[in-house]
RNA sequence: GGGACUGUGGGGUAGCUUGGUCCAUCCUUCGGGGUUCGGGACUCCGAGACGCCAGUUCAAAUCUGGCCAGUCCCA
């Protein structure tokens, strides 16, 4: 779970507003027009100094989502920012399929009983859930929870599933819409109502295996970062910090910039603590029952969120080639004495792009070239292709990728160069975002040295839950607890512990404020 | 859970202190016309708002109360 608040900073200087104006009541100061197709914004407000306020304007700007939907959490997922969530989901599936998961759906509603099977679990969400309590007219015997992640509605079919260590690993997963009843500031993607989910769920003979699936998700998860560009932290969640139930939380964490870091997801290693009390158990080789160990792999949305906000800059959003809604645009710069080569010459740059499964948009609209620089460079498109009378006339055309890379590319050999300048522009992306995540660390020695973070912290933690919330207070966020993997820069061996000076079994671990 | 603040066209805003000159300002957006088109064009015409309910008053965007919605801070 998400803790702490970023306090969307004040743009410097001018008078303006700096957080969207509310709206009215629901229902009524809302309106069902559809939304809005190019919508430009002249400027973005400042990365560094104002990052929720420059986050909700690029994704705004980018147009993904439709935030103006009359309840608080819900957004509407634009055609553009849809198409980008597909892409997403795309890489996902590609991935956890490679390591034998299969997908399934559960139902959205979780009866109330089996919900409140696991104690830890329900009393983790049960602050958060939304409750059906009526069919129609009449209260139901057994109410209804919106599923605020799919344990509970799993397990107890799971158990009728599972008879025998031949049905065993079971590894399924489902894409979702799962729903939390979030009481701080939801932001389109990062903290939201209804929430585009991800989970794997599987079952494994023993702890082991259990364990090796984790492993397993780690390995899925750096291909799916892959596809995104994205650089992230796997790191061992602190005790209290668990998702509720389980044995212990691996959280892939990115940093935003200051001491900021946003969870893209979580991978949970359950042992038996719901195999339990859901009864999921096999007969083994040699005739005894055995109950199951579990683990859970989710995502979200939130995956996007981060994306906007690591690969963003100045100009927009910033979208790799492998989610791209759209992975190139062709702009024909059209005037009154070019005639019609340049426009019929994007017209068949576009469609053969397409022909070979590239993601191509055409802007053939009437704004003039430089409004739709801006506005696809906004929309984060990663490489734009353009074609003016001297292109026509040379049978080319000019790319000028969303990193400002221009080139000029063959219309012979178009499919090839764009194939390449995608790479090209995927691995500088890749490399920038690198650099950025680089220098998002810094060790902090004491406590006191915490205060102020301007980055990521690490610290010397003893594993102490007492010393845990000290480096807590002391950074105004939290304790993301200890990395899986080598730390992204080597601060040498771990001296006495920040918060109680103890050497005992004393280890890296980190500290940031969570969005 | 406690406290503070804020609601004006699709988005962003001016007006509110001191009620009237406001059938509400500007930018943007949207629809239409014309001239344009190699980095956010110009121009003409048109569309679009005071969160809801009540009260005070000759008169309410402006004052009062309630409600709703939202934001922030603290637990």
Same mark, same amino acid.
């Given at each position: 779970?998400?803790?702490?608040?970023?306090?969307?900073?004040?743009?410097?200087?001018?008078?303006?507003?700096?957080?969207?104006?509310?709206?009215?009541?629901?229902?009524?100061?809302?309106?069902?027009?559809?939304?809005?197709?190019?919508?430009?914004?002249?400027?973005?407000?400042?990365?560094?100094?104002?990052?929720?306020?420059?986050?909700?304007?690029?994704?705004?700007?980018?147009?993904?989502?439709?935030?103006?939907?009359? /309840?608080?959490?819900?957004?509407?997922?634009?055609?553009?920012?849809?198409?980008?969530?597909?892409?997403?989901? *795309?890489?996902?599936?590609?991935?956890?399929?490679?390591?034998?998961?299969?997908? %399934?759906?559960?139902?959205?509603?979780?009866?109330?009983?089996?919900?409140?099977?696991?104690?830890?679990?329900?009393?983790?969400?049960?602050?958060? #859930?939304?409750?059906?309590?009526?069919?129609?007219?009449?209260?139901?015997? #057994?109410?209804?929870?919106?599923?605020?992640?799919?344990?509970?509605?799993?397990?107890?079919?799971?158990?009728?599933?599972?008879?025998?260590?031949?049905?065993?690993?079971?590894?399924?997963?489902?894409?979702?819409?799962?729903?939390?009843?979030?009481?701080?500031?939801?932001?389109?993607? /990062?903290? %939201?109502?209804?929430?585009?989910?991800?989970?794997?769920?599987?079952?494994?003979?023993?702890?082991?295996?259990?364990?090796?699936?984790?492993?397993?998700?780690?390995?899925?998860?750096?291909?799916?970062?892959?596809?995104?560009?994205?650089?992230?932290?796997?790191?061992?969640?602190?005790?209290?910090?668990?998702?509720?139930?389980?044995?212990?939380?691996?959280?892939?964490?990115?940093?935003?910039?200051?001491?900021?870091?946003?969870?893209?997801?979580?991978?949970?290693?359950?042992?038996?603590?719901?195999?339990?009390?859901?009864?999921?158990?096999?007969?083994?080789?040699?005739?005894?029952?055995?109950?199951?160990?579990?683990?859970?792999?989710?995502?979200?949305?939130?995956?996007?969120?981060?994306? &906007?906000?690591?690969?963003?800059?100045?100009?927009?959003? &910033?979208?790799?080639?492998?989610?791209?809604?759209?992975?190139? #645009?062709?702009?024909?710069?059209?005037?009154?004495?070019?005639?019609?080569?340049?426009?019929?010459?994007?017209?068949?740059?576009?469609?053969?792009?397409?022909?070979?499964?590239?993601?191509?948009?055409?802007?053939?609209?009437?704004?003039?070239?430089?409004?739709?620089?801006?506005?696809?460079?906004?929309?984060? %498109?990663?490489?734009?292709?353009?074609?003016?009378?001297?292109?026509?006339?040379?049978?080319?055309?000019? =790319?000028?990728?969303?990193?400002?890379?221009?080139?000029? #590319?063959?219309?012979?050999?178009?499919?090839?160069?764009?194939?390449?300048?995608?790479?090209?522009?995927?691995?500088?992306?890749?490399?920038?975002?690198?650099?950025?995540?680089?220098?998002?660390? =810094?060790? *902090?020695?004491?406590?006191?040295?915490?205060?102020?973070?301007?980055?990521?912290?690490?610290?010397?933690?003893?594993?102490?839950?007492?010393?845990?919330?000290?480096?807590?207070?002391?950074?105004?966020?939290?304790?993301?607890?200890?990395?899986?993997?080598?730390?992204?820069?080597?601060?040498? *061996?771990?001296?006495?512990?920040?918060?109680?000076?103890?050497?005992?079994?004393?280890?890296?671990?980190?500290?940031?404020?969570?969005?």
């Amino acid at each position: 779970m998400p803790r702490g608040e970023h306090n969307g900073s004040s743009r410097s200087g001018a008078p303006r507003r700096t957080t969207p104006r509310p709206r009215g009541a629901a229902g009524d100061a809302f309106r069902w027009g559809r939304p809005l197709s190019r919508r430009t914004m002249t400027d973005l407000p400042d990365k560094t100094t104002a990052f929720m306020d420059w986050y909700l304007a690029v994704v705004e700007a980018a147009n993904l989502t439709d935030k103006r939907y009359p /309840v608080k959490g819900l957004n509407v997922w634009t055609a553009y920012g849809f198409r980008a969530r597909r892409n997403l989901d *795309a890489v996902l599936v590609r991935e956890i399929e490679a390591t034998g998961s299969e997908a %399934v759906e559960f139902p959205a509603l979780i009866p109330a009983t089996e919900f409140a099977k696991e104690k830890e679990h329900i009393k983790g969400f049960d602050a958060e #859930v939304y409750w059906v309590t009526k069919g129609g007219l009449s209260d139901l015997d #057994v109410p209804l929870v919106l599923r605020p992640t799919s344990e509970t509605a799993m397990y107890p079919v799971f158990a009728l599933w599972i008879r025998s260590h031949r049905d065993l690993p079971l590894n399924v997963y489902q894409i979702v819409n799962s729903f939390r009843y979030e009481t701080k500031t939801t932001r389109p993607f /990062v903290r %939201v109502r209804e929430i585009h989910f991800f989970e794997e769920h599987t079952c494994q003979a023993n702890e082991a295996h259990a364990t090796e699936r984790v492993r397993s998700n780690l390995g899925a998860f750096r291909k799916m970062a892959d596809a995104f560009a994205l650089p992230y932290l796997a790191i061992r969640r602190p005790d209290w910090d668990k998702f509720p139930g389980a044995f212990y939380t691996v959280a892939l964490d990115s940093p935003l910039g200051g001491a900021r870091t946003l969870q893209l997801g979580s991978i949970h290693h359950y042992r038996e603590n719901f195999s339990r009390p859901y009864a999921i158990q096999y007969e083994a080789a040699d005739g005894s029952q055995q109950f199951v160990h579990q683990t859970t792999f989710g995502l979200s949305e939130r995956l996007l969120g981060a994306i &906007v906000a690591v690969h963003g800059d100045a100009k927009g959003a &910033v979208f790799s080639s492998a989610i791209a809604p759209y992975q190139v #645009v062709v702009i024909p710069i059209l005037g009154s004495d070019v005639g019609e080569a340049p426009l019929r010459v994007a017209e068949d740059v576009a469609a053969r792009l397409r022909r070979h499964g590239y993601r191509a948009h055409l802007d053939a609209g009437d704004d003039r070239p430089g409004a739709k620089f801006y506005r696809w460079e906004q929309a984060g %498109v990663p490489l734009r292709l353009e074609v003016g009378r001297r292109e026509a006339e040379a049978r080319s055309a000019t =790319s000028v990728d969303r990193l400002g890379t221009k080139g000029r #590319v063959a219309l012979d050999r178009l499919e090839g160069e764009v194939a390449d300048r995608l790479a090209e522009f995927d691995r500088a992306l890749r490399a920038r975002a690198d650099a950025a995540f680089a220098a998002s660390f =810094s060790v *902090a020695r004491s406590l006191a040295e915490l205060a102020g973070s301007t980055r990521v912290r690490i610290v010397a933690w003893c594993g102490s839950e007492a010393c845990g919330h000290q480096i807590e207070s002391g950074i105004d966020g939290a304790l993301l607890g200890t990395p899986e993997d080598a730390l992204p820069i080597d601060p040498g *061996a771990p001296g006495p512990c920040i918060g109680c000076g103890g050497t005992e079994s004393t280890r890296w671990a980190l500290a940031g404020q969570p969005l």
